[in-house]
């Protein structure tokens, strides 16, 4: 995907004021960026609200982005910076994390899992009514944000750029401001991580 | 080749930049170690599951942002609407006014408004400095009368001499008293003036009723 053709001018008349040719542009990536907040967060309501400010983040920086790189790279560049001033909102207070009995404070990680059962234990009603394929799909995603929660955000954005997004070593490097070889190789850890994760997860 | 150069080539063949010689040589490896055999696939079985993951439906949401993308598009259009002869005057208004301020410093331009209308007119740069010349003169006078009331004030509560301040004030009623003297003898060759112009009126009359 780059900022070309209809993409170019949609970006064009939003700048100029157009509120239709906003939400157009809104439309085309917004599946994206739902998605990607829903694997970083684990429940509906912080994805939405994780992607109402990527867009509200996209839309006050349109005339900054100059064309030169993929218009996808700078949109999860500005994605990635959401998702750590949310994480930095969430974390919860040293107190808080005693309390709970858990030794890592990093509430965007740790508080992840219960909101994530929260979530599909309040499905559980409307999944009985959906088609089979469906159900299997929410088990399977629930499997896979239970394996991302075992990461720290920063891992966790490199899956998701590489895996999610499909993005060259190049290109997450940009976004993620490091070099492309650190990119390598935390990207080569963090799958070691999900590979135990998923190991431990099919023993329960 | 040991486990341990096996597993540092899996980075890059998970990056996808594993050369085809260093592939034929972690083949021939994992050929014969089962345990490295299995830590890739354990690695493969994990990145296919992570590939599981189905797209779920964006809930409605609110696009235009709690009304922000309506308010800015009113605003741009409002300032499209304000183009005269395709020209942005919102854009270019403090320019012109700034360019029009700029004229009138250095070529002293008077505008007055009389019973003719509007009257634009450029000044001189000598009229500049002749009003300068006398407002600086003025300025000079002044502060020098200031400091020497002060110096006087000074002097005078410094010296606590009565007799002094009472042989000024006698000189300042005697000068006062002269100043009356000529005044009163002006008015009295004014008067003389007017009564010989009244006289020579009177003797003028006269002569034209003869």
Redesign the interface.
Known sequence: MTATGVEEELIAAAL????AA??QL??RH??RV??FA??LTGN?ADA?DL??EV??GM?RNLHNFRGDAQFSSWLFRIAHNKSVDMKRRQRPSLMQSLQAGHGDVGGFDSSFEGALDAGLGGREAAQAQQPEQSAI?EQ??A??NR?LAALPLEQRML?ELK??QAMT?EDIAAVLDIPANTA??R??NA??K??IR??QDDEM | MKCEQASAMFEDLFAETLGSAARIELASHLHSCDSCRQQLLGLETTLSALHQWRDQAVPEWDRSLGGEIGRNAQSKNSKQNSSWLGLDIWRWSPLAMAAVLVLAVLFNVQVSVGRDGVDISLGSSTEISRLLARQREEQREETLAMLTAAMEQMSASNRDNLQQVVQYFEQQRERDMRMLEAGYQQLLDSDYQTIRSVQQLVSYVQNEQQ
């Open positions: 100029q004021g157009s509120a906003w939400e809104v439309r917004e599946s739902y998605n829903l694997r509906p939405r992607m109402q867009f509200l839309f799909s399977d995603n499997r896979i394996m899956v895996v999610y070593f390598k190789t990207f080569y799958l070691g999900l590979k998923m190991e």
